[in-house]
């Protein structure tokens, strides 16, 4: 990986200062607010900075060929303990909930590959493709609600339900046993800090690794035609998951395929109603769907960064050096503003060709659920615009409040007027 010594700096937008003796705060409420003007500053002065999520340093980068060639680059490793040894985790964790967090996004092959083979015919489209009346069927159900009330939280009261219904049906649950698991997804909403991540390893944790093995246990007694049923029967050349690989595959498809999806769908709301001209070429051009979710994912995408990859050994990144088994971040929602890969990044344009944005990563940890979120949002953006011809936002756009969540741009709530 080398310096770009040709990158062109925005002449309009200088970004927002970075000391670079300083690390820089992922998880405060102001870098949260203002990412993409940090990002702007990165790539022209620091692409390679000094970050931290809670107490633990890592390396930030922020340009687009760098973070791809970093997604792709064996030299890195997603398990630390083929660097460090140790544990895998960062951070202790309770010994009843460890394997929640020892998921195939944090391993690296051949082990990464093995566990991606047995659930990847899952995620197949054509396997997935077969839920979208279903998708429809509850948009038009929510919206039929919110209608009713003429101003609601669309977060909450719409952007939430569609992929809660979908993980339910995926995993063979009942719609209204999907409360159970709200608690246990606190740590998402609070952050990598504080007593409320405590409480979520220690208690609530506690509680979903019990209703996972109890459902886990009631498939392997009656399989049905659902995606965990599929999990515990999947084997590939006689080898299948275990009992911690499952739970460890459940827990990661409900917090992966809610969370990133309810904030895709909220994040693409926002960036409409803020770009009526875009809003309106959309509503007159309901074929252009799939463009403009392929848009806002490279615009302002949920998840804005990878899970820390571990240098196997020094490598130059940017003139910078990374030491064997100091961690590294790619920021990939600084990557899908890079003008170098984009030409005029921060102009929202649902006709662009926005195929090559990096935000369900690339190389051997893409995203499996990408199909499948990409259908979610088009189905909720298309009932939405289909039914709510006066849909506006209750509260001027710069009041809306982004939570400070390392890693992530979410909204806290989405106030809209729909009549």
């Known amino acids: 990986m080398s310096v770009n010594a040709s990158y062109s700096a925005n002449p309009v ?17 102001d870098f949260s607010q203002h990412k993409y003007e940090y990002y702007t500053y990165l790539r022209e002065h620091l692409p390679v900075a000094k970050g931290r999520v809670a107490m633990l340093k890592l390396h930030l980068v922020s340009r687009y060929a760098d973070c791809m060639d970093l997604v792709k680059d064996p030299r890195f490793a997603r398990n630390r303990t083929q660097i460090n040894g140790g544990s895998r985790i960062p951070f202790p964790v309770p010994k009843s909930v460890e394997s929640l967090a020892l998921s195939m996004i944090v391993e690296d092959d051949p082990e990464h590959r093995r566990l991606r083979n047995l659930v990847q015919k899952a995620f ?3 396997s997935l493709a077969a839920m979208q009346g279903d998708m429809e069927n509850m948009a038009h159900t929510l919206m039929d609600a919110a209608l009713a009330k003429g101003s609601v939280d669309l977060q909450k009261e719409y952007a939430l339900h569609i992929p809660s219904a979908v993980i339910a049906r995926m995993i063979g649950i009942e719609y209204e046993e999907m409360p159970r698991f709200q608690r246990s997804m606190r740590v998402l909403s609070s ?8 409480r979520t390893m220690f208690w609530d944790l506690r509680k979903t690794v019990g209703f996972l093995r109890e459902l886990i246990a009631r498939k392997r007694r009656d399989p049905g035609d659902d995606i965990l049923s599929r999990l515990i029967e999947a084997e590939e050349n006689g080898d299948q998951l275990n009992e911690n690989e499952l739970l460890s595959m459940l827990f990661l498809l409900i917090i992966a395929g809610y969370e990133t999806t309810v904030h895709l769908i909220s994040n693409g709301v926002i960036t409409l109603l803020e770009h009526p001209h875009e809003l309106a070429r ?3 051009n309901p074929e252009l769907a799939g463009s403009a979710v392929e848009e806002i994912l490279r615009y302002l995408p949920p998840v804005q960064g990878t899970k820390m990859n571990f240098a196997r050994q020094d490598i130059e990144i940017a003139g910078v050096m990374i030491r064997q088994g100091e961690p590294v971040m790619p920021l990939l929602g600084s990557a899908n503003r890079d003008p170098a890969m984009f030409p005029e990044p921060d102009v929202f344009d649902i006709t662009r060709d926005s195929s090559k944005h990096l935000s369900f990563s690339q190389g051997n940890h ?9 259908m979610e949002a088009k189905v909720a953006l298309q ?6 011809a006066n849909l506006r936002l209750a509260v001027p756009s710069s009041d809306l409040q982004v939570a400070a969540v ?7 709530a989405l106030p809209v007027h729909l009549t």
């Open 13 to 29: 937008n200088p970004g927002r200062a970075v000391n670079p003796r300083k690390a820089l705060n992922l998880g405060s409420q």
């Open 124 to 126: 197949a489209p054509r």
């Open 191 to 198: 952050g990598l800090s504080g007593w409320s991540i405590l």
């Open 282 to 284: 959309l509503r007159a």
């Open 366 to 374: 893409f995203c499996l659920g990408a199909f499948l979120a990409r």
């Open 383 to 388: 009932v939405l615009l289909e039914r709510s």
């Open 406 to 412: 390392p890693g992530w741009h979410r909204y806290t």
